[in-house]
């Protein structure tokens, strides 16, 4: 599985922004898929990830009720879309698939990853 990650960019606190990533090689309806991001200087840490069958969503405490995570199983396509968005949302962001239903905030169960979008919050 190939993925591509886009729409990063440099916004502004409080603005909104949305990632996409698109999915090649594999059967994207039987993958569960997540975002994670990392800051400068910090670890890659998990955003957010939405679940191959039901569709269940999983967020880190700290976008919460600003991002929500969706998918396009037609198109190959998941997204991120971030609102409300604050200084320390600035990090790369990275899409990743894995073929697990649970666990989904645990990045070592990710087999493929996107190359990452760069996402800036200024003021």
């Known amino acids: 599985v190939q993925l591509q990650a886009s729409g990063g960019g440099s916004v502004q606190v409080k603005s909104s922004l949305r990632l996409s990533c698109s999915a090649s090689g594999g059967t994207f309806s039987a993958l569960s898929l997540g975002w994670f991001r990392q800051a400068p200087g910090d670890e890659r840490r998990f955003v957010a990830a939405?679940?191959?069958?039901?569709?269940?969503?999983y967020y880190a405490d700290s976008v919460k009720g600003r991002f929500t995570v969706s998918r396009e199983n037609g198109k190959s396509m998941v997204y991120l879309q971030m609102n409300s968005m604050e200084f320390e949302d600035t990090a790369v962001y990275y899409c990743?698939?894995?073929?697990?239903?649970?666990?989904?905030?645990?990045?070592?169960?990710?087999?493929?990853w996107g190359q990452g979008t760069l996402v800036t919050v200024s003021s």
């Open positions: 939405i679940s191959w069958g039901a569709n269940r969503t």
């Open positions: 990743a698939a894995t073929i697990a239903l649970s666990r989904l905030t645990d990045e070592k169960l990710y087999s493929h």
